[in-house]
């Protein structure tokens, strides 16, 4: 009987203790809990030194968008006072004199590949230097298109006269290449000079009469 006296008592000394430390570690609030604890953490995009801040790839492949501000273009609608374009036209086939048949196609001419418009309708192309740009467009059959180019202080830096237009017109683009190779980075502007046609009225009738187009400010380049 004793015994199970004492086994009681111990019982409850043990009870009393725990139910003490249970106390402590509710009424005590300095009192940290022993497990861990985790803060959420959103994962964070890392910025690759090489990729200039924030761009899409870059790094050390070199091929990222930058990042560390935007890339501004060149709009081209207007070109640069600086430039006084003095393009003349070519001789070769011109038949001012007589009517002629014309295409189903409106003359103009670029340069290209073309990347765009600007504003007013002149073509923009932006290529990589050292790119192959082409001089084409749509003119009277069997005349040539004469291209001048310059750069924004106005320096005349290339020229390139093209084949004969086709029976449809066209000036093919394939043998009129030139490469950018000796052209800096930098914005240009291109002037032509060609023979186009436009309608006029012979005893009511409507006809087409060649015409030279003198100076046609055509397209806008960024080379970078």
Same mark, same amino acid.
């Given at each position: 009987?004793?015994?199970?006296?004492?086994?009681?008592?111990? %019982? *409850?000394?043990?009870?009393?203790?725990?139910?003490?430390? &249970?106390?402590? @570690?509710?009424?005590? @609030?300095?009192?940290?809990?022993?497990?861990?604890?985790? *803060?959420?953490?959103?994962?964070?995009?890392?910025?690759?030194?090489?990729? $200039?801040?924030?761009?899409?790839?870059?790094?050390?492949?070199?091929?990222?968008?930058?990042?560390?501000?935007?890339?501004?273009?060149?709009? !081209?609608?207007?070109?640069?006072?600086? /430039?006084?374009?003095?393009?003349?036209?070519?001789?070769?086939?011109?038949?001012?004199? #007589?009517?002629?048949?014309? &295409?189903? +196609?409106?003359?103009?001419?670029?340069?290209?590949?073309?990347?765009?418009?600007?504003?007013?309708?002149?073509? /923009?192309?932006?290529?990589?230097?050292?790119?192959? /740009?082409?001089?084409?467009?749509?003119?009277?059959?069997?005349?040539?298109?004469? !291209?001048?180019? #310059?750069?924004?202080? $106005? +320096?005349?830096?290339?020229?390139? *006269?093209?084949?004969?237009?086709?029976?449809? &017109?066209?000036?093919?683009?394939?043998?009129? %290449?030139?490469?950018?190779?000796?052209?800096?980075?930098?914005?240009?502007?291109? !002037?032509? @000079?060609?023979?186009?046609?436009?309608?006029?009225?012979?005893?009511?009738?409507?006809?087409?009469?060649?015409? %030279?187009? *003198?100076?046609?400010?055509?397209? $806008?380049?960024? /080379?970078?």
């Amino acid at each position: 009987m004793r015994s199970n006296t004492s086994l009681s008592l111990l %019982a *409850l000394v043990v009870a009393a203790a725990a139910a003490a430390a &249970c106390g402590d @570690s509710v009424t005590h @609030s300095n009192v940290q809990p022993s497990r861990p604890h985790y *803060l959420a953490i959103e994962p964070i995009d890392p910025v690759d030194p090489g990729d $200039g801040g924030g761009g899409t790839g870059g790094g050390d492949t070199g091929g990222g968008t930058g990042g560390g501000g935007a890339t501004t273009t060149t709009d !081209f609608s207007t070109y640069p006072g600086t /430039i006084t374009p003095n393009v003349p036209v070519d001789n070769y086939g011109a038949n001012t004199f #007589y009517y002629v048949s014309g &295409c189903a +196609q409106f003359p103009y001419v670029w340069v290209a590949p073309t990347s765009g418009n600007a504003s007013n309708g002149v073509t /923009i192309t932006r290529v990589a230097q050292g790119s192959t /740009i082409y001089f084409t467009g749509i003119v009277d059959r069997d005349t040539k298109v004469n !291209f001048h180019v #310059y750069n924004a202080a $106005g +320096q005349l830096v290339m020229t390139h *006269l093209t084949q004969p237009a086709h029976d449809n &017109c066209v000036v093919y683009h394939e043998p009129e %290449a030139r490469s950018t190779w000796g052209l800096p980075r930098g914005d240009y502007y291109v !002037f032509a @000079s060609y023979w186009s046609y436009h309608t006029e009225y012979a005893y009511n009738v409507a006809v087409l009469r060649e015409h %030279a187009e *003198l100076n046609r400010y055509v397209s $806008g380049i960024t /080379i970078y």
